[in-house]
Structure formats: structure tokens, C-alpha cells
């Protein structure tokens, strides 16, 4: 009987964290909390999970979270974010200054982002202050996912994109280390 007490306290006192140390919080995924990380011009595309991974090969988790914006380059310098355009930079042109003023003609796709949290510590992308914060404009999704996809030998975890539009074509964003960048991967074979 002694040693089932024993057992039991043992228990108890391994489920119970130390004096002052609160269990980290569960983040959950709302407008309040993509309000929270990048600021009141962005709002959740709710059709969209987010999707975890991976994307910096770090080995601490990540999140890909469907958004809209109106202006994404207003709140960049108080929420610690970069804005980027993989999509018409594997075009030719991604400047986001220039390239967030084009106006997309249809308005089911008009002002949709990306939004990337690069996770730090055990906590990942739901700690406090996270590794690095990125909006990724002008990406014409309908869905996204991680999967693994090779690169130069090794295989990393990348973002895969079915676009919209009548073509179903898909493509991948992937992290090279400095930025995100936009591959095609072509269309639907029926």
C-alpha cells in the first residue's frame, strides 16, 4: 500500500509543473491572433486551414496562415514583418512596393496573402517573439499544404499551391534560407 502512495504522489508531483512556471499557453488561430502578429489590416481566410511545418529546416515548427489584407506594407515596421512577392519575382518583377499597387481583377482573389511565422524555441510559432514574420503577396491560391519537395540533392519542406483560376495549376514555395521563392509545377492532367 506504501509503495502504491509513493507511486501515486510521484505521479501527481511529474504532472504538476514547478512553482511559477505556467504550462506554455495553446495558441489558437483566430483574427485575433493574426491581428496580434501582423496588425489590424489583416483578417483570417477562414476556408483555409493553416497548415505547420517545417519551412526553414530548423527543426522548430512553423505556420501557414490564408489571409487578407488591405495595405500589407502599413504595419510592417511595428509588427516585425517582411512583406515578399515570390510570385512576380519568378516573373521577372517582385518588388511588393510596386507589385501590392497592381490590382487584381478578380475580386474573390483581390487582397488574398500568405502569412509565415518562422518558430523559435520549444515553443515554436507560437512563442512571444518568433524567429521571423513573412507576408507573401500576390500568390493566386485556392488551397495549401507542406510536403516535402527536392532541392539541389536534399529534400526540404515547401508550401504546394493550387491556384486559382480554370487552369488547376500548382505550384510550390519554398524557403532558400534568405527568402521564399515561387515554382511552378504545372497542371492537372485531366
Given at each position: 500500500?506504501?509503495?502504491?502512495f509513493?507511486?501515486?504522489?510521484?505521479?501527481?508531483?511529474?504532472?504538476?509543473?514547478?512553482?511559477g512556471?505556467?504550462?506554455?499557453?495553446?495558441?489558437?488561430?483566430?483574427?485575433?491572433?493574426?491581428?496580434?502578429?501582423?496588425?489590424d489590416?489583416?483578417?483570417?481566410?477562414?476556408?483555409?486551414?493553416?497548415?505547420?511545418?517545417?519551412?526553414?529546416?530548423?527543426?522548430?515548427?512553423?505556420?501557414?496562415?490564408?489571409?487578407?489584407?488591405?495595405?500589407?506594407m502599413l504595419?510592417?515596421?511595428?509588427?516585425?514583418?517582411?512583406?515578399?512577392?515570390?510570385?512576380?519575382?519568378?516573373?521577372?518583377?517582385?518588388?511588393p512596393?510596386?507589385?501590392?499597387?497592381?490590382?487584381?481583377?478578380?475580386?474573390?482573389r483581390?487582397?488574398?496573402?500568405?502569412?509565415?511565422?518562422?518558430?523559435?524555441?520549444k515553443?515554436?510559432?507560437r512563442?512571444?517573439?518568433?524567429?521571423?514574420?513573412?507576408?507573401?503577396?500576390?500568390?493566386?491560391y485556392r488551397?495549401?499544404?507542406?510536403?516535402?519537395?527536392k532541392n539541389?540533392?536534399?529534400?526540404?519542406?515547401?508550401?504546394?499551391?493550387?491556384?486559382?483560376?480554370?487552369?488547376?495549376?500548382?505550384?510550390?514555395?519554398?524557403?532558400?534560407?534568405?527568402?521564399?521563392?515561387?515554382?511552378?509545377m504545372g497542371?492537372d492532367?485531366?
Amino acid at each position: 500500500m506504501r509503495k502504491l502512495f509513493f507511486l501515486l504522489a510521484f505521479s501527481a508531483a511529474m504532472l504538476v509543473p514547478a512553482f511559477g512556471q505556467a504550462p506554455p499557453a495553446a495558441r489558437k488561430i483566430d483574427n485575433a491572433f493574426v491581428q496580434q502578429q501582423f496588425g489590424d489590416q489583416f483578417a483570417l481566410v477562414a476556408e483555409v486551414q493553416p497548415v505547420f511545418g517545417d519551412l526553414d529546416g530548423d527543426g522548430i515548427e512553423d505556420v501557414v496562415i490564408a489571409a487578407r489584407c488591405k495595405n500589407p506594407m502599413l504595419d510592417q515596421g511595428e509588427h516585425n514583418y517582411t512583406v515578399m512577392d515570390p510570385y512576380y519575382d519568378f516573373f521577372g518583377y517582385g518588388d511588393p512596393k510596386l507589385t501590392t499597387t497592381f490590382s487584381e481583377g478578380d475580386p474573390a482573389r483581390r487582397g488574398l496573402v500568405v502569412l509565415i511565422i518562422h518558430g523559435a524555441g520549444k515553443e515554436g510559432w507560437r512563442s512571444d517573439k518568433p524567429k521571423a514574420k513573412y507576408v507573401i503577396v500576390n500568390l493566386p491560391y485556392r488551397t495549401l499544404s507542406i510536403r516535402k519537395m527536392k532541392n539541389k540533392k536534399k529534400s526540404i519542406e515547401a508550401v504546394y499551391i493550387e491556384e486559382s483560376g480554370d487552369m488547376g495549376d500548382s505550384s510550390a514555395l519554398f524557403f532558400d534560407g534568405r527568402k521564399f521563392r515561387y515554382v511552378p509545377m504545372g497542371g492537372d492532367m485531366q
